[in-house]
């Protein structure tokens, strides 16, 4: 039962940045999930098979985990006021 837990976990979380099909749930897939490096996925597999520069494909890296931060409810108010 944990195996199903922990799929259905991940799943929900794919699906929270936008599917398997998505920029962002492609990314954490190859990335994340196959530990590829980020300029593999860029190159070789990037969205829907097209490739991305690693510029773009940092930016949807950080997007991806910004939108995890969210599904998980991790995000935390920060003072980013300058002293």
Not at 57 to 83: K, P, Q
Request: one cysteine or more.
């Amino acid at each position: 039962m944990r195996i199903e837990g922990a799929r259905d976990v991940v799943w929900r979380a794919i699906l929270a940045v936008g599917g398997i099909g998505s920029p962002a749930g492609s990314c954490l897939w190859h990335v994340v999930g196959w530990e590829r490096s980020l300029k593999e996925w860029a190159l070789e597999q990037g969205w829907s098979g097209r490739r991305v520069s690693q510029e773009a494909a940092s930016g949807i890296l950080i997007a991806a985990l910004g939108a995890l931060e969210a599904h998980f409810g991790m995000a935390r108010d920060c003072d980013l006021s300058i002293s």
